[in-house]
């Protein structure tokens, strides 16, 4: 059963600890190159060991060279920082 449908909150220490795997995600997919590009609870997941995976890679797209921007409008509506929306390019700091 899915940890959200079993309880309703989780504990500050619980957060930072989803957090700490989260951020740890990004870094590694930063340090790629990768922009995720539709970063949302929805595509977040939980393994057996209740550490977190970041999928659905479907918008992502790698940076090739420092200073590139990327001008695709992409990602969940309610989600798309104003970097996206505002077309003047994109790089990690949207993601």
Known sequence: MELHKRRKALTEPETRYFMRHL??????????RVI????????LFLNDDMQVK?????????????GERKKTLCGTPNYIAPEILNKKGHSFEVT
């Not at 995720?36 to 595509?43: A, E, I, Q, T, V």
């Not at 970041?54 to 420092?66: K, P």
């Open 54 to 66: 970041i999928g659905d890679f479907g918008l992502a797209t790698r940076v090739d060279f420092d």
């Open 36 to 43: 995720h590009r539709d970063l949302k609870l929805g595509n």
């Open 23 to 32: 951020l740890h995600g990004v870094k590694h997919l930063h340090d790629k």
